[in-house]
């Protein structure tokens, strides 16, 4: 019998109060015992038991074994702030043998016992899978892949024992008699493979024969692979709980604010797989609850869930810590997951074991889950407590395992994408082939943002930008957050006259101090928009929601969107609680105009964000789009829409947090992430607090080699000047980062024209040195710059691995240091360790008060010498998309180490207001000379360049 999916090797652990599932207490089995074999009338039996089911037994045992999957009749469950429980577990598959298969030109179609299995060949490295129970493949409605595929060679033979399809990168293997699928690559190395049996499970959603729009029906599915102990496995969701590797890890797969669902899993072993599924989804499922101490434990369940629920409210406290406990004991020795789930999102959720606090969050407010793991030895009793949460909360364990599992809510297929690198940006972008490019931001978007809760006039708006200019402090965008709609409803698209009297007026003379203006536009408006979204039907029903499966809805908002803000000015766009809400439920149980809410739930942000993306780029070429949005899904970067992590705590474990999450959040292919630099709730003496100080500026110097540079603060006077103890060091990393924007722009245009990621998890770049798959508080920024922000308070050093491969220098210093070790790097409070890779190539322009004060002249070239290097320089007009034209210039520049020889090349393309002829200033980084931020006084050689190819010898003089 094959392993259960829902628990490592269908391995049940003992447990005093563990309430064990999946048919185990009606058939007397002991909870440390394997399953045995079970016939499909005792899957039938426990499932009519449980559910009560007044189905007949010939309709299930009709409709059992299929596909390889077990399918059963049940009834779906709500889906509001629960997540699925144990009572969603699903039964273990059986084997499918394959009856025939008919190759096409894109892909095989192949009869399995009953139903069918597609190999989609959708190019050399990717390949979709679908299976169903019917006889014909069901035409899904896609949001998520865009891309029409051409057909592309492949091979397809017959084995003894199996069918082979191969591409020149990969091959797919289908067993014969058991139809379980493998991936290996082009050596024959597995890369992915099920179990050798039941590693797909679909059950019928509903007795009644739930339907969508096109009268589908509609399972819940499991899907299941194995998992050496050597993998790591990254992506699939942006998450509060620090994980950084998921492998036998639980995730939730849904919506909330700082939770996000982007189900895109990347593996170290050179794989990717997109889990094609909007539904409510738990990856790597725990369904072994442990009983608690009495929940009444007098506390009240009241406070703050939502950001709508503040609305200006001071002085917000959090509740008192509490907690329930039970006990577990242990099977065998090695690693347990314990997770929370359930939880009332107030304040406070999390897990101690022995004493040993394993996972905990405390914010305003949490997720549903709390996740950790720790090893045990066997056979023990374990006291286990769970912190807060509320009432309803539960605690669940079990063994880490061997294997990979998706186990979703609504789907009317299993049907995923695999993609091949092996290297994960060849990952990164087969994905983004599939779902489409991420466009360029104007350059001006790379700049400084600022932002606070809230300004409340425009009075307010033009006095900071006076003030930002004033004190010559780099900024480029201001942000203006809710509540400017005053008395005309919640979210309304209208403004609050008595407070913003004249709006374009303002954002008129933002311009005139070329300043960019960005609004907080939430998706449930009240008002004029409300009102006519919901005579018009244009609402999730029982919400204020507007449904944004439907197009026409998509169309009236930005025909609002377009009236109110774009006309008169508005840049950017922050597009707030697109989850939608703060727990994401607006949709379960109810119909959106594409069919039933829960199967499309986690696509909501993908959907809102294209309303704004297509209006904006229908109404206005010469104007890139800019949106930052709090959630998201696969796809989304595509309408040019960041993510930030939300509603996050003011204090060190958030920091530390927010770093594993964006490198998750970038490896599924999404490249622009950032955080409410500081936190979004601070602490009351922010201002004067000299640790609030530190933390601010070691946020505010990892935040500078984010995709985005952002300040925000519930509450909060965030402009530099407040902070007295942190000033200075703000400014000069502001200072640093628009230095640095040759460099910054020339990447972000390798993420639209090669689907590269800006920052990077550091097996992106060094695959070849184990070491570094559990690093997740280092990364690339860049293919230059290695990071390692500094997340304890009062450090004045922190220890660093240097991957192999490669020797390093140090920014500040020049230092040359050799790679493959762990050091301690110096680090002060105004420095933050940062690295250069040798071979690196780093263009850093001159000082700048805005993004496009002036051209980029002259340039300083940074060569880091030890190895050969090479860099691109991109340009162009800043904004507009003539560069989708071919309208944009660049420079390959390259160090060659055995000749001493760099060679600035000939530039290629051309655009409007391009600089002919430009200043190159050299400079060979050595110890202490070419460091830190200021520009370097005496170059090494200073090059007049006029777009003819340059060759400058390491010991020449200016030219």
Same mark, same amino acid.
């Given at each position: 019998?094959?392993?259960?999916?829902?628990?490592?090797?269908?391995?049940?652990?003992?447990?005093?109060?563990?309430?064990?599932?999946?048919?185990?207490?009606? @058939?007397?089995?002991?909870?440390?015992?394997?399953?045995?074999?079970?016939?499909?009338?005792?899957?039938?039996?426990?499932?009519?038991?449980?559910?009560?089911?007044?189905?007949?037994?010939?309709h299930?045992?009709?409709?059992?074994?299929?596909?390889?999957l077990?399918?059963?009749?049940?009834?779906?469950?709500?889906?509001?702030?629960?997540?699925?429980?144990?009572?969603?577990?699903?039964?273990?598959?059986?084997?499918?043998?394959?009856?025939?298969?008919?190759?096409?030109?894109?892909g095989?179609?192949i009869?399995?016992?009953?139903?069918?299995?597609r190999?989609?060949v959708?190019?050399?490295?990717t390949?979709? #899978?679908?299976?169903?129970?019917?006889?014909?493949?069901?035409?899904?409605?896609?949001?998520?892949?865009?891309?029409?595929?051409?057909?592309?060679?492949?091979?397809?033979?017959?084995?003894?024992?199996?069918?082979?399809?191969?591409?020149?990168?990969?091959?797919?293997?289908?067993?014969r008699?058991?139809?379980?699928?493998?991936?290996?690559?082009?050596?024959?190395?597995?890369?992915?493979?099920?179990?050798?049996?039941?590693?797909?499970?679909?059950?019928?959603?509903?007795?009644?024969?739930?339907v969508?729009?096109?009268?589908?029906?509609?399972?819940?599915?499991?899907?299941?692979f194995?998992?050496?102990?050597?993998?790591?496995l990254?992506?699939?969701?942006?998450?509060?709980? +620090?994980?950084?590797?998921?492998?036998?890890?639980?995730?939730?797969?849904?919506?909330?604010?700082?939770?996000?669902?982007?189900?895109?899993?990347?593996?170290?072993?050179?794989?990717?797989?997109?889990?094609?599924?909007?539904?409510?989804?738990?990856?790597?499922?725990?369904?072994?609850?442990?009983?608690?101490?009495?929940?009444?434990?007098?506390?009240?369940?009241?406070?703050?869930?939502?950001?709508?629920?503040?609305?200006?409210?001071?002085?917000?406290?959090?509740?008192?810590s509490?907690?329930?406990?039970?006990?577990f004991?242990?099977?065998?020795?090695?690693?347990?997951?314990?997770?929370?789930?359930?939880?009332?999102?107030?304040n406070?959720?999390?897990?101690?074991?022995?004493?040993?606090?394993?996972?905990?969050?405390?914010?305003?407010?949490?997720?549903y889950?709390?996740?950790?793991?720790?090893?045990?030895?066997?056979?023990?009793?374990?006291?286990v407590?769970?912190?807060?949460?509320?009432?309803?909360?539960?605690?669940?364990?079990?063994?880490? +395992?061997n294997?990979?599992?998706?186990?979703?809510?609504?789907?009317?297929?299993?049907?995923?994408?695999?993609?091949?690198?092996?290297?994960?940006?060849? #990952?990164?972008?087969?994905?983004?082939?599939?779902?489409? &490019?991420?466009?360029?931001?104007? @350059?001006?978007?790379?700049?400084?943002?600022?932002?606070r809760e809230?300004?409340?006039?425009?009075?307010?708006?033009?006095?900071?930008?006076?003030?930002?200019r004033?004190?010559?402090?780099?900024?480029?965008?201001?942000?203006?957050?809710?509540?400017?709609?005053?008395?005309?409803?919640?979210?309304?698209?209208?403004?609050?006259?008595?407070?913003?009297?004249?709006?374009?007026?303002?954002?008129?003379?933002?311009?005139?101090?070329?300043?960019?203006?960005?609004?907080?536009?939430?998706?449930?408006p009240?008002?004029?928009?409300?009102?006519?979204m919901?005579s018009?039907?244009?609402?999730?029903?029982?919400t204020?929601?507007?449904?944004?499966?439907?197009?026409?809805?998509?169309?009236?908002?930005?025909?609002?969107?377009?009236e109110a803000?774009?006309?008169i000015?508005?840049?950017?766009?922050?597009?707030?609680?697109t989850?939608?809400?703060?727990d994401?439920?607006?949709?379960?149980?109810?119909?959106?105009?594409?069919?039933?809410?829960?199967?499309?739930?986690?696509?909501?942000?993908?959907?809102?964000?294209?309303a704004?993306y297509?209006?904006?780029?229908?109404?206005?070429?010469?104007?890139?789009?800019?949106?930052?949005?709090?959630?998201?899904?696969?796809?989304q970067?595509?309408?040019?829409?960041?993510?930030?992590?939300?509603? #996050?705590?003011?204090?060190?474990?958030?920091?530390?947090? &927010?770093?594993?999450?964006?490198?998750?959040v970038?490896?599924?292919?999404?490249?622009?992430?950032?955080?409410?630099?500081?936190?979004?709730?601070?602490?009351?003496?922010?201002?004067?607090?000299?640790?609030?100080?530190?933390?601010?500026?070691?946020?505010?110097?990892?935040?500078?080699?984010?995709?985005?540079?952002?300040?925000?603060?519930?509450?909060?006077?965030?402009?530099?000047?407040?902070?007295?103890?942190?000033?200075?060091?703000?400014?000069?990393?502001?200072?640093?980062?628009?230095?640095?924007?040759?460099?910054?722009?020339?990447?972000a245009?390798?993420?639209?024209?090669?689907?590269?990621?800006?920052?990077?998890?550091?097996?992106?770049?060094?695959?070849?040195?184990?070491?570094?798959?559990?690093?997740?508080?280092?990364?690339?920024?860049g293919p230059?710059?290695?990071?390692?922000?500094?997340? &304890?308070?009062?450090?004045?050093?922190?220890?660093?691995?240097?991957p192999?491969?490669?020797?390093?220098?140090n920014?500040?210093?020049?230092?040359?240091i050799g790679?493959?070790? @762990?050091?301690?790097?110096?680090?002060?409070?105004?420095?933050?360790?940062?690295?250069?890779?040798?071979?690196?190539?780093?263009?850093?322009?001159?000082?700048?008060?805005?993004?496009?004060?002036?051209?980029?002249?002259?340039?300083?070239?940074?060569?880091?010498?030890?190895?050969?290097?090479?860099?691109?320089?991109?340009?162009?007009?800043g904004?507009?998309?003539?560069?989708?034209?071919?309208?944009?210039?660049t420079?390959?520049?390259?160090?060659?180490?055995?000749?001493?020889?760099?060679?600035?090349?000939?530039?290629?393309?051309?655009f409007?207001?391009?600089?002919?002829?430009?200043?190159?200033?050299?400079?060979?980084?050595s110890?202490?000379?070419?460091?830190?931020?200021?520009?370097?006084?005496?170059?090494?050689?200073?090059?007049?360049?006029?777009?003819?190819? #340059?060759?400058?010898?390491?010991?020449?003089?200016?030219?």
């Amino acid at each position: 019998m094959a392993a259960d999916p829902g628990g490592p090797d269908g391995h049940l652990t003992r447990a005093e109060g563990i309430r064990t599932h999946r048919c185990t207490e009606d @058939r007397g089995i002991r909870p440390d015992q394997r399953y045995p074999p079970i016939a499909a009338d005792h899957y039938w039996c426990e499932s009519r038991r449980r559910l009560g089911s007044a189905m007949s037994c010939c309709h299930h045992l009709a409709t059992f074994i299929l596909l390889g999957l077990t399918c059963l009749s049940v009834a779906a469950g709500p889906q509001t702030g629960k997540g699925l429980g144990p009572q969603d577990a699903l039964p273990m598959g059986v084997a499918a043998p394959v009856r025939s298969a008919q190759k096409d030109a894109s892909g095989v179609t192949i009869s399995l016992e009953s139903g069918l299995l597609r190999l989609q060949v959708c190019d050399e490295r990717t390949i979709r #899978v679908i299976c169903t129970l019917g006889q014909t493949l069901p035409h899904k409605k896609e949001f998520v892949v865009i891309r029409q595929w051409n057909p592309v060679p492949f091979e397809w033979h017959e084995e003894q024992d199996r069918f082979v399809l191969g591409t020149r990168l990969l091959s797919v293997h289908v067993e014969r008699s058991t139809g379980s699928i493998s991936f290996f690559d082009a050596s024959g190395k597995t890369l992915l493979q099920e179990p050798p049996v039941g590693g797909r499970v679909m059950i019928e959603a509903d007795p009644n024969s739930i339907v969508d729009a096109n009268e589908v029906r509609l399972y819940r599915v499991k899907q299941t692979f194995l998992c050496p102990a050597d993998e790591y496995l990254y992506g699939m969701a942006q998450c509060q709980d +620090g994980v950084w590797n998921w492998r036998g890890m639980p995730i939730e797969l849904r919506q909330l604010n700082t939770q996000v669902a982007l189900p895109v899993l990347v593996s170290s072993r050179g794989y990717g797989l997109l889990w094609n599924n909007a539904s409510l989804t738990e990856f790597n499922p725990v369904d072994q609850e442990i009983q608690l101490s009495s929940t009444d434990d007098g506390t009240p369940s009241d406070g703050p869930t939502a950001t709508e629920q503040l609305r200006g409210k001071v002085g917000l406290r959090m509740r008192p810590s509490t907690s329930r406990t039970g006990t577990f004991v242990t099977g065998p020795a090695g690693e347990y997951v314990f997770f929370a789930k359930d939880g009332d999102r107030r304040n406070e959720i999390g897990i101690v074991v022995n004493d040993q606090t394993i996972a905990h969050i405390r914010n305003m407010w949490v997720p549903y889950t709390a996740v950790g793991k720790i090893w045990l030895p066997a056979n023990t009793t374990c006291t286990v407590r769970l912190l807060g949460g509320g009432r309803g909360a539960r605690l669940f364990a079990r063994p880490l +395992g061997n294997t990979t599992t998706f186990r979703s809510h609504l789907a009317e297929c299993i049907d995923y994408y695999f993609f091949y690198g092996p290297q994960l940006d060849e #990952v990164v972008a087969a994905y983004r082939r599939a779902t489409g &490019q991420a466009p360029l931001w104007p @350059r001006w978007a790379y700049g400084f943002w600022q932002c606070r809760e809230r300004y409340s006039s425009q009075q307010q708006i033009l006095d900071a930008v006076a003030e930002f200019r004033r004190r010559q402090i780099p900024i480029d965008l201001i942000i203006q957050d809710w509540q400017y709609w005053g008395n005309h409803g919640w979210g309304a698209y209208e403004w609050d006259a008595s407070h913003y009297p004249a709006p374009e007026e303002m954002i008129q003379r933002l311009h005139e101090q070329n300043v960019h203006f960005m609004i907080s536009v939430w998706s449930n408006p009240q008002g004029k928009v409300g009102r006519e979204m919901k005579s018009r039907n244009l609402v999730i029903p029982g919400t204020d929601w507007i449904d944004v499966f439907n197009p026409a809805a998509r169309e009236l908002r930005w025909k609002y969107l377009y009236e109110a803000f774009f006309r008169i000015g508005t840049d950017a766009w922050w597009q707030d609680a697109t989850e939608p809400g703060d727990d994401g439920n607006a949709m379960a149980n109810r119909r959106v105009f594409v069919g039933p809410g829960d199967l499309y739930r986690n696509a909501y942000p993908l959907l809102a964000n294209q309303a704004v993306y297509d209006g904006q780029r229908a109404a206005a070429g010469n104007k890139r789009v800019v949106i930052l949005s709090r959630s998201a899904f696969p796809g989304q970067q595509r309408y040019a829409a960041a993510l930030w992590s939300g509603d #996050v705590g003011g204090n060190w474990d958030a920091l530390r947090r &927010q770093i594993p999450a964006g490198l998750h959040v970038c490896l599924t292919g999404l490249p622009y992430w950032t955080t409410d630099c500081g936190g979004f709730f601070r602490p009351p003496d922010q201002y004067q607090s000299e640790d609030y100080a530190d933390l601010l500026i070691r946020w505010f110097q990892y935040s500078t080699f984010c995709p985005i540079l952002r300040v925000h603060g519930y509450q909060s006077r965030t402009e530099f000047w407040n902070f007295p103890k942190a000033m200075d060091t703000l400014i000069a990393y502001d200072r640093l980062r628009y230095r640095l924007l040759p460099y910054i722009y020339s990447i972000a245009w390798r993420v639209t024209s090669e689907g590269y990621t800006m920052m990077r998890a550091l097996p992106m770049d060094f695959r070849q040195d184990p070491n570094v798959y559990d690093i997740c508080d280092q990364y690339m920024f860049g293919p230059a710059f290695l990071v390692a922000p500094v997340l &304890q308070a009062k450090a004045a050093s922190r220890a660093v691995y240097l991957p192999a491969g490669t020797a390093w220098t140090n920014f500040w210093t020049g230092q040359s240091i050799g790679g493959g070790q @762990r050091v301690d790097i110096p680090s002060p409070q105004e420095t933050i360790p940062l690295l250069v890779r040798c071979g690196g190539i780093v263009p850093m322009g001159p000082d700048l008060q805005y993004a496009c004060e002036k051209p980029a002249d002259p340039i300083e070239l940074r060569i880091y010498s030890g190895a050969d290097g090479s860099f691109t320089l991109y340009e162009d007009e800043g904004d507009g998309y003539d560069y989708e034209k071919g309208s944009y210039a660049t420079i390959m520049i390259q160090w060659n180490q055995a000749s001493g020889t760099l060679i600035i090349g000939q530039r290629k393309g051309e655009f409007p207001g391009m600089l002919k002829e430009r200043t190159f200033h050299i400079v060979w980084v050595s110890a202490g000379h070419g460091v830190g931020i200021a520009p370097t006084e005496r170059p090494d050689v200073v090059v007049r360049y006029n777009g003819q190819e #340059v060759r400058i010898p390491r010991a020449s003089q200016s030219q």
